[in-house]
């Protein structure tokens, strides 16, 4: 089931092993519509990646924080450090998957670890 998480829960829910960030906002029709086939990822990659879902509107620091400009986002993690983001409104459900997929292969992360005052 995925976890909502907020800025004093981020840094220890995303230290574990490979991690899906779903950044959504309430007023995003396209963080909306992809939202039930997100969900289901985590039951397709059972124990493999864990959901996390980020409200942005109520935490705009740690959007700030992680450099989301825009929604939806999704953003993979491992051990804390980020591979991949899959963003904007033309984000579709397969390059979500393409990167869970290379999450899970192993590929190498291209994003900063998460920031200290996160820690």
Not at 51 to 64: D, F, T
Not at 74 to 80: A, L, N, P, Q, S
Not at 88 to 93: E, M, V, Y
């Amino acid at each position: 089931m995925a976890i909502e998480v907020a800025e004093s829960t981020f840094p220890d829910l995303v230290m574990g092993g490979n991690v899906l960030l779903d950044v959504w906002g309430p007023q995003c029709a396209p963080c909306i519509a992809l939202m039930p086939a997100v969900e289901a990822l985590e039951k397709r990659y059972d124990g493999r990646i864990t959901l996390l879902k980020l409200n942005a509107p109520v935490n705009r620091k740690l959007c700030r924080s992680l450099r989301i400009a825009g929604l939806p986002a999704y953003v993979t993690f491992r051990d804390g450090v980020e591979v991949e983001r899959v963003t904007g409104a033309d984000a579709t459900l397969e390059q979500i998957v393409a990167a869970i997929e290379r999450l899970i292969a192993g590929a190498p992360a291209k994003g900063p670890p998460v920031p200290e005052h996160l820690r």
